[in-house]
């Protein structure tokens, strides 16, 4: 449990044997809080993961384009969207696992309906329901675990994201291998449903109590009151997931056509982006415990910034993988750092906060490569991807906008 276990055990031995009982108790119910958020960020990203896997097979079984298939996927970001900008208010108003847990439920249920499918107009619709069930159980999945670290008294955000990056492996690799085996998207997507489900059970089993927002024994806050400061963390989220928006979609284009690297050798630039960027998330936690957000962000920035834009001088394959190596390590905890702030700036809104960034962030992913891809037509592919690396250097630079206040410090200290 972090550094949250020595000073538990230190309290438990100097106690009183009623308080050492119920703050053994506590610590049971953070514990399994904990695991409980953990299981959604896991499948949320295993949703996703088995999804992305699938598309090819979509796309075949429905012979679509890349125009059509476009059109289809814009749908889902569309759905993304929304979901997210309408949940904020309702996290806020009735508690965020009184929000996440029906969602969770119906996050794996609602992947089947792409997979059946008879054409363009039916798929974008039940893509656009994916996407606003996956927008909303983003923004209330974040609530909560800005909720779990709160009471847990130290942060624990990245481990989160790790688990989701973890979730995300698990499920491109599930959707390769029933691809492999020549299964369809209608059995993979049932099979990964019913995963979904009984990780949502747990999770509902597990989750902290709605009384437990913002700190245990406290009543749900109701959505009232301005959302404050988050415009320019939603920026620096946006900035950062440019990043990794371009490493997804161009960094094996680059390898492949600018450095003429092999197709395989051109697939490891993004797999280094993915395990570094899951590595990094792992040990994010202790980074930020010891460093400050401040600081773990301007190394971050400086991290991708550098490894990334020393790779594009160099210009050879091996420098290329190690640079989006970097570019994914330095993206790893910049985000999780900025939710944090976000909703701790916002106690009582927290869910409006996150709507309002991630929404932010999610159009950076979403508008980022597309940027690139016309300044590379302009600058040559190189050139373009200088774009993440002078975004990266200017979220370095503003750290500071993620120092907490001294409320937010003093929330976060476990307890006497």
């Not at 100097?14 to 050492?20: E, F, G, W």
């Not at 992305?52 to 759905?79: C, E, H, N, Y």
């Not at 847990?152 to 698990?170: K, Q, T």
């Not at 037509?377 to 120092?403: C, E, H, K, S």
């Given at each position: 449990?972090?550094?949250?276990a020595?000073i ?15 703050r ?26 088995v ?15 890349d125009g ?5 996927l814009?749908?889902f970001a569309a759905?993304?969207?929304t979901?997210?900008q ?25 992947l089947?309906?792409?997979a ?5 107009v039916?798929l974008?619709?039940?893509?656009f329901?994916f996407?606003?069930v ?8 974040n ?13 624990i955000?990245?481990?989160f ?12 690799s ?23 489900v ?5 999770s509902?089993?597990?989750a902290l ?26 920026v ?7 990043g ?21 050798f ?20 202790r ?15 400086l991290?991708?910034?550098?490894g990334?834009g020393?790779?594009l ?13 970097c ?5 790893a905890?910049i985000?999780?750092q900025v939710?944090?702030?976000?909703g701790d700036?916002?106690?009582?809104a ?21 940027l ?16 993440p ?5 200017f979220?370095?630079a ?9 409320a937010t410090?003093?929330a ?5």
């Amino acid at each position: 449990m972090d550094g949250f276990a020595e000073i538990h055990q230190s309290m438990v031995f100097s106690a009183p044997p009623v308080m050492r009982q119920n703050r053994r108790v506590q610590a049971g119910v953070l514990v399994r809080a904990r695991v409980a958020t953990a299981l959604l960020f896991l499948l949320f990203g295993v949703t996703l993961g088995v999804w992305t896997a699938r598309i090819p097979a979509i796309k075949r079984d429905l012979s679509l384009d890349d125009g059509a298939l476009a059109v289809a996927l814009l749908a889902f970001a569309a759905g993304a969207i929304t979901g997210m900008q309408a949940t904020g208010r309702l996290v806020d108003r009735f508690g965020s696992r009184r929000v996440m847990l029906p969602v969770a439920f119906a996050e794996g249920l609602v992947l089947i309906p792409p997979a059946y499918a008879p054409g363009l107009v039916t798929l974008a619709a039940a893509l656009f329901v994916f996407g606003a069930v996956h927008g909303t159980l983003n923004i209330a999945m974040n609530a909560n675990a800005i909720d779990v670290q709160r009471a847990w008294g130290a942060p624990i955000m990245s481990s989160f994201h790790a688990v989701y990056s973890i979730g995300g492996f698990i499920g491109a690799s599930a959707g390769g291998l029933f691809a492999h085996a020549g299964v369809g998207p209608r059995t993979t997507f049932t099979a990964v449903a019913g995963v979904t489900v009984a990780l949502a059970a747990w999770s509902a089993w597990w989750a902290l109590p709605d009384a437990g927002r913002p700190s245990l024994g406290t009543a749900p806050a109701e959505a009232r009151g301005p959302v404050r400061g988050v415009l320019f963390l939603g920026v620096l989220v946006c900035c950062a997931l440019v990043g990794e928006g371009a490493a997804a979609d161009w960094s094996a284009v680059y390898l492949r056509d600018e450095l003429d690297s092999s197709a395989g050798f051109a697939a490891a630039a993004f797999a280094a982006f993915s395990v570094a960027m899951t590595i990094t998330r792992l040990v994010g936690d202790r980074l930020t415990t010891r460093f400050g957000p401040v600081v773990v962000v301007r190394a971050s920035g400086l991290l991708a910034a550098g490894g990334l834009g020393a790779a594009l001088l160099v210009g050879a394959p091996v420098a290329g993988v190690a640079g989006f190596a970097c570019l994914g390590a330095g993206m790893a905890l910049i985000a999780p750092q900025v939710y944090s702030a976000a909703g701790d700036r916002n106690p009582d809104a927290a869910g409006r906060a996150l709507a309002r960034v991630v929404g932010l962030g999610y159009l950076g992913f979403l508008l980022g490569p597309v940027l690139i891809g016309a300044a590379s037509t302009v600058v040559g592919l190189p050139g373009a991807l200088a774009i993440p690396v002078l975004l990266a250097l200017f979220v370095a630079a503003t750290a500071p906008a993620l120092r907490p206040a001294a409320a937010t410090v003093a929330a976060l200290r476990p307890p006497a």
